[in-house]
């Protein structure tokens, strides 16, 4: 259904060009009902794992331990960089969980995925949740960073899960 050309957009060029993608797809997947309900499951138990997990992050006080060090120079690890590797699968994910994703411009040396109140993203992308860094891993107590790990491993495999239903949605048409 879709070329290789197209696969390779949805995973390379600028975050608002994937997220353009991302919209596109969206509206494709949402307007000829190529969600069966099954699908549509799989997205509920994403969104009550991401719900887990944050709820879990926040009684660790990770929020506050990031925006702290974040606000330092140098610190944070929620960069440009990090947004150049968000591809438009992980964005059509959290457009199906209803996030609305409106980048910030301009988008410095941050991740223009960032908002008011942290990451912008519900499911967020692999990397930003395998990263712990030395001070969650030093602040947290080790019955909450195996709960947290145990979280993440949750929400990732779903995830994963998802974006491989996709992508056959995506290459073979209705199922």
Same mark, same amino acid.
């Given at each position: 259904?879709?070329?290789? $050309? %197209?696969?390779?957009?949805?995973?390379?060029?600028?975050?608002?060009?994937?997220?353009?993608?991302? %919209?596109?797809?969206?509206?494709?997947? $949402?307007?000829?009902?190529?969600?069966?309900?099954?699908? /549509?499951?799989?997205?509920?138990? /994403?969104?009550?794992?991401?719900?887990?997990?944050?709820?879990?992050?926040?009684?660790?006080? /990770?929020?506050?331990?990031?925006?702290?060090?974040?606000?330092?120079?140098?610190?944070?690890?929620?960069?440009?960089?990090?947004?150049?590797?968000?591809?438009?699968?992980?964005?059509?994910?959290?457009?199906?969980?209803?996030?609305?994703?409106?980048? %910030?411009?301009? *988008?410095?040396?941050?991740?223009?995925?960032?908002?008011?109140?942290?990451?912008?993203?519900? *499911?967020?992308?692999?990397?930003? /949740?395998?990263?712990?860094?030395? @001070?969650?891993? $030093?602040?947290?107590?080790?019955?909450?960073?195996?709960?947290?790990?145990?979280?993440?491993?949750?929400?990732?495999?779903?995830?994963?899960?998802?974006? $491989?239903?996709?992508?056959?949605?995506? %290459? @073979?048409?209705?199922?």
């Amino acid at each position: 259904m879709y070329s290789s $050309t %197209r696969f390779q957009k949805w995973y390379n060029g600028s975050p608002k060009e994937k997220l353009a993608e991302a %919209r596109a797809l969206f509206s494709h997947l $949402t307007t000829d009902a190529r969600l069966d309900a099954p699908f /549509l499951l799989k997205i509920e138990g /994403l969104r009550n794992g991401c719900h887990e997990l944050s709820t879990h992050m926040n009684t660790m006080q /990770l929020g506050q331990l990031c925006c702290r060090c974040g606000s330092q120079p140098g610190g944070g690890c929620c960069s440009a960089y990090m947004a150049d590797n968000t591809d438009s699968m992980q964005m059509v994910i959290n457009l199906l969980l209803g996030v609305e994703l409106s980048p %910030r411009e301009p *988008a410095d040396n941050d991740c223009c995925f960032l908002g008011p109140r942290g990451c912008l993203f519900m *499911a967020k992308p692999i990397f930003c /949740l395998n990263y712990n860094c030395t @001070h969650i891993l $030093t602040g947290g107590a080790p019955t909450a960073l195996v709960v947290l790990e145990q979280c993440t491993a949750s929400v990732l495999t779903l995830q994963i899960e998802i974006e $491989t239903l996709l992508l056959e949605i995506l %290459r @073979h048409g209705d199922r």
